[in-house]
């Protein structure tokens, strides 16, 4: 059984920045991070291939976030600067089994297994 557990939420300040991470009970898969704020569907916010080697961002973090891993840890990180008031949600992080090693999976129904969300709040 795979196990996803986000830590790192909070609230913080307009241009702040917070680190999010999620320990996976095995690291063989893709992952991605993906946020839902109320009132609105999951949407993706940035993947990483197996390898670690392969990122892929939505336009509207790209620049202001950064996804990495530690295979050696199990964990997966998405390191967030600038914040804005939109970047409000709930983020889960979510692992599935990509093509190949240097695969990433923009899509959330490719995702096979996800955590419990941790809460980010961007105040003015």
């Known amino acids: 059984q795979v196990h996803l557990v986000e830590s790192g939420g909070g609230l913080v300040q307009a241009g702040g920045s917070l680190r999010l991470s999620c320990a996976v009970s095995f690291s063989i898969y893709a992952m991605g991070w993906f946020r839902q704020a109320p009132g609105k569907e999951r949407e993706f916010v940035a993947a990483?291939?197996?390898?670690?080697?392969?990122?892929y961002y939505a336009d509207s973090v790209r620049g202001r976030f950064t996804i990495s891993r530690d295979n050696a840890k199990n964990t997966v990180y998405l390191q967030m600067n600038s914040l804005i008031l939109d970047d409000t949600a709930v983020y889960y992080c979510a692992a599935g089994r990509a093509t190949g090693l240097n695969s990433y999976m923009e899509e959330k129904e490719k995702y096979e297994h996800w955590g419990q969300g941790t809460q980010v709040t961007v105040s003015s």
């Open positions: 990483i291939s197996r390898s670690g080697g392969v990122t």
